[in-house]
Every structure is written in structure tokens, then in C-alpha cells.
């Protein structure tokens, strides 16, 4: 016989910014992150960028402008910024399920935006996403998601050699 797994339903007692408090119930730790990782995305929406225009300003040799205007910058690259959400982006055991989470959040506004500027075909460009998303990922986590004059050189280069298969 079997044991079927037994459900367990988390509480987690938050506190708000009045002190009051709230309950907040999640039956899985995936549950628990899917609510950091959604609240992580809506802290992003203050920014606008996608790769697409991250590409666009490396392609036409201001990459000047990522310095000065971060809001430019793709989700992921503007979270793990934050003190709050840094440690969460440089776990590799919850990476995977952070680009899940990303890529569900961004697909519909990327996809069709890769699709406008490349000229490929929706299957394409979804994987092109999914190919970005992937390996930006993992380079900006080997490089800790410090922005500092390497980080700044590998967007180049990542923009470059992008761009370059995309016109290739």
C-alpha cells in the first residue's frame, strides 16, 4: 500500500506597513514562491524594457544609455537589483522556476515585439525568447547581477553576438 502524500497548508504571518497583521495561506513552497516572484515583477513594472530594446540600443552603439536609464533594462536584470529579491535570483535551486515564472509573465509582450523586429514566425521568436532568457539568466547570475564595468561589457557582448544571429 502506497501512502498518498498528505497536503499541508502553510501560514506565514506577514507583517504590513500599518502593523497589522495578515495570514497569508499557501498549500506548497512553490505556491510561496510563485507570491515572491509575482511580487518581485509587479516592483519591476516601474520599468518598460525588454530585450528587444536592449538589443536596439546596443545595435545602434549607445550602450551608454543602459547606464543612465536602468528602466530600459529587462524584468529580470531590474529585480535581482533589489536588495529584496537578490539572494532569490542567485539561487540556483529556484532559477529554473524563476525563469518559468518570468517567462510566463513577459512572453505575451516579448515574443511579439522579437516577432516585429526580426521577422520570424511565432514558434521561432518564442524560442529565441526562451534561448535570451535562459542564457542572459545564467550569465547575469555568474556575474553575481552586479552592475559593474564587466557587466556592462558582457550586455555588450550578448547584445552583439544576438544581433548577430538575428541578422545572420
Known sequence: MSAEPQS????????????????LHFDSLDEVLDSVIDDALLFSE????TVVDVLDIIRSGRSDVLR??????????????????HHLFMDVS??????????????????????AHTGLATDEADM??????????AVNRSLSW?????????QQILGRFINAGIEG
Open 128 to 137: 529565441l525568447f526562451k534561448f535570451i532568457l535562459n542564457g542572459s539568466f
Open 68 to 85: 543612465e536609464n536602468e528602466t530600459v533594462l529587462p524584468a529580470c536584470q531590474r529585480i535581482a537589483d533589489s536588495d529584496k529579491y
Open 8 to 23: 499541508c497548508r502553510m501560514h506565514i504571518r506577514c507583517n504590513i506597513w500599518n502593523n497589522c497583521s495578515s495570514v
Open 46 to 49: 516601474s520599468g518598460s524594457g
Open 94 to 115: 529556484v532559477s529554473d522556476h524563476i525563469i518559468q515564472r518570468i517567462a510566463a509573465h513577459d512572453h505575451d509582450k516579448v515574443v511579439p515585439d522579437l516577432m
Open 146 to 154: 552586479e552592475k559593474n564595468e564587466r557587466w556592462y561589457r558582457f
